[in-house]
């Protein structure tokens, strides 16, 4: 082994891993950045019952398996998915 090799293989041993881990739940202020919505429409969202939310403690968490469910039903609308305006060539 090189010397180099050796000085990686000891760097990467003594540093802890770093695992990206997907939250289940995110607190309202998340959910509304994923959705690209503000404050008042998210709350109206939970009120329909179009995303789950719970209670810990005195935090309120969203699940992102309801943000996705709820997108996926949006793409699933017909005629709910708008398209960019196309370009008018100018003569």
């Known amino acids: 082994m090189s010397?180099?090799?050796?000085?990686q293989h000891a760097l990467t041993r003594n540093r802890p891993s770093v695992e990206l881990v997907e939250p289940l739940a995110v607190r309202p202020k998340v959910a509304w950045r994923m959705l690209g919505c503000g404050?008042?429409?998210?709350?109206e969202l939970l009120?329909?019952?179009e995303l789950d939310s719970y209670?810990?403690?005195f935090a309120r968490?969203?699940?992102?398996?309801?943000?996705?469910?709820y997108i996926a039903r949006r793409l699933a609308k017909p005629g709910k998915v708008r398209k960019s305006p196309r370009k008018t060539a100018s003569s």
């Open 3 to 7: 010397t180099d090799t050796v000085s």
């Open 39 to 43: 404050n008042s429409h998210g709350y």
């Open 47 to 49: 009120a329909r019952g």
């Open 55 to 57: 209670t810990s403690g």
């Open 61 to 69: 968490m969203i699940t992102t398996e309801s943000i996705r469910r």
